[in-house]
């Protein structure tokens, strides 16, 4: 008779992760908890989050009968998310560190101490999301623990697991785990992926998981909560004080504390205005943040990006994008945003340009720009560069028109030649 198969789950003490626990303990597998602290300070009202949600977790594999470990990531959180976080705001982009809680915590640190000190045969998370493969496929899966080369071995077999949008598409968070490793997905059990929100709690009741249905839905920075941005990034950034710049006409409307504090598409705030203005640009040589008068500005639109080397689920990267050097794919930089058809170009370094069909707002350096091919994440690169806003293009054809009909009159002036 086999052995009952062991899954770690990572619980939050939310409904996701304690309904995802529940539904992996009706299967038969051995389930053990493993709660994270990867930050460890208090909110803003002095309430220290971490320890009411490791009692909330806690409680649910009380009532599951399952062992309960806490483990804490505060250092490497630290050292590979929230040092890339600053960095990246202070470069003028704004990084979006969920993304890369996932793929370097959850899916690298916690998978290793899953499988190493747990003996865990596989992990499982609350996520949204599903995968190409059925449970017990996950469990023959081989764990290399090796950081895979560059370059995959031309010989080898290719069996990719497909990484697979969830039934509830508004719930899908395929958008969140668009970095993780080929590597750790194969070793991962989504046990949500085909279940509703709606569903999910009404399990969450009938299980009497009363404490945690009550929670609010988790919306602020990964592990840190919701916070007063402003206060919070000034105790780790200096300020650095710049002016706003109308976008239009180069006037000085006001001052800011660092360009750091914003991000295109958001209203800037200018002290003695009445009326809104949005961000739709930044310099981080001189300290401008240009604006614009109208949250529908032309200069906030643009239709073309470039991303830095691409994070393929497959490892490599479509075989009709090698093959054609262009495909044609869905695009979205946010979660929960409509998906864009986009056309995508294979630059030499593994890097994308992608030429979205229709001009959208506010596409922002730093975030992530996530790649989908029918219902399949295919994964994502950060968003370095930006093509012309609409703005800046229907003045340079005002410009090119302007100088056409000044190029007629001088014509015009001019005697033939006899």
């Known amino acids: 008779m086999q052995a009952a198969r062991r899954v770690v789950c990572a619980m939050s003490g939310g409904v996701d992760s304690s309904v995802a626990a529940l539904l992996l303990r009706r299967r038969g597998y051995q389930v053990t908890g493993v709660f994270m602290t990867n930050w460890d300070t208090v909110d803003e009202h002095g309430v220290c989050n971490a320890e009411k949600d490791c009692e909330d977790a806690y409680r649910v594999c009380q009532k599951l ?35 890369l809680c996932n793929k370097h915590i959850k899916f690298n640190y916690f998978l290793n101490y899953a499988l190493d000190h747990l003996g865990a045969d596989a992990i499982a998370t609350g996520h949204y999301a599903r995968t190409s493969q059925e449970d017990e496929e996950v469990f023959q899966q081989r764990y290399i623990r090796s950081r895979p080369s560059l370059f995959r071995n031309r010989f080898e077999v290719k069996n990719d697991v497909k990484l697979l949008q969830a039934a509830d598409r508004f719930k899908d968070q395929t958008f969140f785990l668009s970095q993780i490793s080929q590597n750790a997905l194969r070793k991962s059990l989504f046990p949500l992926g085909g279940l509703t929100k709606e569903f999910v709690k009404k399990m969450a009741a009938e299980a009497g998981f009363h404490h945690v ?22 105790e780790y950034l200096e300020p ?3 002016n706003f710049v109308s976008m239009e006409d180069g006037k000085i409307m006001g001052r800011h504390k660092g360009w750091f ?25 001189t300290g401008d943040i240009f604006v614009a008068p109208n949250t529908d500005h032309p200069a906030l639109y643009r239709d073309l990006l470039r991303t830095d080397r691409v994070h393929w689920i497959s490892e490599d990267p479509p075989a009709e994008l090698v093959a054609n050097k262009m495909m044609e794919c ?20 593994g890097t994308v340009w992608a030429t979205l069909v229709q001009p959208i707002r506010a596409l922002t350096p730093g975030q992530f720009a996530v790649f989908y091919k029918g219902e399949e994440c295919l994964g994502s690169g950060k968003i370095m560069r930006l093509g012309p806003s609409i ?5 340079g054809q005002k410009t090119m028109k302007s100088a056409a009909n000044v190029s007629t009159e001088t014509i015009k002036g001019i005697d033939p030649v006899t």
């Open 261 to 285: 504090l914003f991000t295109l598409g958001q209203r800037a705030r200018i002290g003695g205005l009445r009326d809104a203005w949005f961000v739709v640009d930044k310099d981080v040589t």
């Open 240 to 242: 650095k004080p710049g």
């Open 330 to 349: 869905n695009f979205r930089f946010q979660h929960q945003m409509e998906l864009v058809p986009c056309v995508l170009t294979l630059n030499q370094d």
């Open 65 to 99: 009968d399952i062992p309960f470990h806490q483990v804490s990531y505060v250092k490497e959180y630290w050292m590979d998310v929230f040092s890339y976080f600053l960095n990246e705001y202070e470069k003028g982009r704004t990084p979006n560190p969920d993304i």
């Open 391 to 395: 703005y800046t293009l229907q003045q």
């Open 213 to 234: 249905l009550k929670r609010k839905e988790s919306m602020g920075i990964c592990f840190i909560g919701e916070r007063n941005f402003e206060n919070f990034i000034l």
